[in-house]
């Protein structure tokens, strides 16, 4: 536990303890509580604050302290009562700038925290009272919670600190509340000319054979064997079209996203468009309080004219309306498609903080400025000069960008 000293040394009476969790071990021990959390926040937006997500990728990249990220997660108690999981990470580590992030990027996509709702007005001293500490323990170069979508941290947690807040674009997604269970009711809601095109692709499909729609939950041997299936198809596309991935590039990804359980209450799935039984779209996804995240979207690189991403991407919304899914999440990365399929829109920020000159140098220059400049100018590439250089090439793209459907 960490503590703050009074003016003679002593421990204060505190509201709050904050323990500092840097252990898969220290996870386990806690899981029973961390559960209890999520069930009692019902936050739709923290799947990447969850147990199971950030359990399965700490099994896989940090074991064991000094065995790849150092975990640094603050969770906040009151007595016995568990209100507050912060899960983040020290990276850099041998590096100039020491940084603190949020846990499991860059396959993280949104960076909450998870919090108790019962804590009410007092969210705001909680959050402040755990970066006291959390800044006085770690003394980061530099400090990234990036995707926080708007709302999910009151102003008051950045009041009087030197915490800057950053636009990081958009969340976008369908919202299905309006239709209430009946895919009918949202397809009399397109535009005619809309429901013409999308009947014309999927006819255009079946006209090679039986088209069939499954989905199967974490835990599965179906769900395995897509997990596989769909990141192949995903790399194959990435060299294709000149593209990089630094999540898709990292070993176990498979193994991660496979050791993943899920339900028709929660966690993970895969679904898949197949032709004649065979997969020929995959997605990726995570249902977390009625709230889908499309995580990874892939599709047969030889039927590309034939669009089956798109065919797998109306099943996908069909499914999620019968299932009573109220909110179809495309994550926060911009993609052209996403124009067509959403209706609605939730900003993001990135908070920053810098305690040292590099740390600052680090945010200033290469954060904020290079990386997105050598982005841009990567992307403007000839294809044949992309796919040339990327073998060799840290492209930094997040996989929410990675959900194309053609």
Same mark, same amino acid.
């Given at each position: 536990?960490?503590?703050?000293?009074?003016?003679?040394?002593?421990?204060?009476?505190?509201?709050?303890?904050?323990?500092?969790?840097?252990?898969?071990?220290?996870?386990?021990?806690?899981?029973?509580?961390?559960?209890?959390?999520?069930? !009692? =926040? +019902?936050?739709?937006? @923290?799947?990447?604050?969850?147990?199971?997500?950030? &359990?399965?990728?700490? %099994?896989?990249?940090?074991?064991?302290?000094?065995?790849?990220?150092?975990?640094?997660?603050?969770?906040?108690?009151?007595?016995?009562?568990?209100?507050?999981?912060?899960?983040?990470?020290?990276?850099?580590?041998?590096?100039?700038?020491?940084?603190?992030?949020?846990?499991?990027?860059?396959?993280?996509?949104?960076?909450?925290?998870?919090?108790?709702?019962?804590?009410?007005?007092?969210?705001?001293?909680?959050?402040?009272?755990?970066?006291?500490?959390?800044?006085?323990?770690?003394?980061?170069?530099?400090?990234?919670?990036?995707?926080?979508?708007?709302?999910?941290?009151?102003?008051?947690?950045?009041?009087?600190?030197?915490?800057?807040?950053?636009?990081?674009?958009?969340?976008?997604?369908?919202?299905?509340?309006?239709?209430?269970?009946?895919?009918?009711?949202? !397809? =009399? +809601?397109?535009?005619? @000319?809309?429901?013409?095109?999308?009947?014309?692709? &999927?006819?255009?499909? %079946?006209?090679?054979?039986?088209?069939?729609?499954?989905?199967?939950?974490?835990?599965?041997?179906?769900?395995?064997?897509?997990?596989?299936?769909?990141?192949?198809?995903?790399?194959?596309?990435?060299?294709?079209?000149?593209?990089?991935?630094?999540?898709?590039?990292?070993?176990?990804?498979?193994?991660?996203?496979?050791?993943?359980?899920?339900?028709?209450?929660?966690?993970?799935?895969?679904?898949?468009?197949?032709?004649?039984?065979?997969?020929?779209?995959?997605?990726?996804?995570?249902?977390?309080?009625?709230?889908?995240?499309?995580?990874?979207?892939?599709?047969?690189?030889?039927?590309?004219?034939?669009?089956?991403?798109?065919?797998?991407?109306?099943?996908?919304?069909?499914?999620?309306?019968?299932?009573?899914?109220?909110?179809?999440?495309?994550?926060?990365?911009?993609?052209?498609?996403?124009?067509?399929?959403?209706?609605?829109?939730?900003?993001?920020?990135?908070?920053? %903080?810098?305690?040292?000159?590099?740390?600052?140098?680090?945010?200033?220059?290469?954060?904020?400025?290079?990386?997105?400049?050598?982005?841009?100018?990567?992307?403007?590439?000839?294809?044949s000069l992309r796919s040339r250089l990327l073998p060799g090439a840290e492209a930094s793209v997040r996989l929410g960008a990675l959900t194309d459907r053609k």
């Open positions: 536990m960490i503590g703050q000293e009074g003016p003679h040394g002593r421990e204060p009476p505190a509201r709050w303890s904050i323990r500092r969790i840097v252990s898969l071990a220290e996870m386990e021990a806690i899981g029973a509580d961390w559960r209890a959390l999520e069930d !009692r =926040a +019902a936050d739709p937006l @923290t799947w990447f604050q969850s147990f199971e997500w950030c &359990r399965a990728w700490c %099994a896989f990249y940090a074991p064991e302290p000094g065995e790849g990220a150092a975990i640094r997660i603050f969770t906040a108690w009151q007595g016995e009562r568990l209100v507050m999981v912060w899960p983040l990470m020290l990276a850099g580590e041998g590096s100039p700038v020491r940084r603190l992030e949020g846990l499991t990027e860059p396959h993280g996509q949104y960076g909450n925290v998870l919090l108790d709702p019962a804590l009410g007005n007092d969210t705001g001293e909680v959050l402040r009272t755990a970066w006291a500490q959390i800044w006085k323990s770690e003394r980061p170069d530099a400090f990234v919670l990036g995707n926080v979508p708007e709302g999910a941290l009151p102003p008051a947690f950045s009041q009087g600190q030197e915490i800057a807040t950053v636009a990081a674009g958009v969340i976008s997604a369908m919202d299905l509340t309006p239709f209430a269970g009946s895919y009918e009711a949202y !397809r =009399a +809601a397109l535009k005619a @000319t809309t429901r013409r095109a999308r009947n014309k692709r &999927r006819n255009k499909l %079946a006209g090679l054979g039986t088209l069939a729609y499954e989905v199967h939950f974490g835990g599965s041997k179906e769900y395995e064997s897509l997990v596989g299936l769909g990141i192949d198809m995903k790399r194959d596309w990435l060299q294709r079209t000149g593209r990089g991935t630094r999540a898709l590039k990292l070993p176990h990804v498979v193994e991660f996203l496979a050791s993943l359980h899920g339900s028709p209450a929660g966690g993970a799935l895969a679904a898949a468009l197949t032709l004649d039984g065979r997969p020929i779209a995959i997605e990726i996804g995570f249902l977390h309080h009625r709230r889908f995240y499309s995580y990874l979207g892939a599709f047969d690189w030889e039927l590309r004219d034939l669009s089956p991403g798109k065919v797998q991407l109306e099943e996908a919304l069909r499914w999620s309306i019968e299932s009573g899914v109220e909110v179809y999440d495309l994550l926060g990365d911009p993609s052209s498609y996403k124009i067509d399929w959403c209706n609605v829109t939730t900003p993001i920020f990135a908070y920053q %903080a810098s305690a040292s000159l590099k740390g600052r140098a680090y945010l200033d220059i290469w954060h904020d400025r290079l990386r997105p400049a050598l982005k841009r100018g990567f992307e403007k590439m000839p294809l």
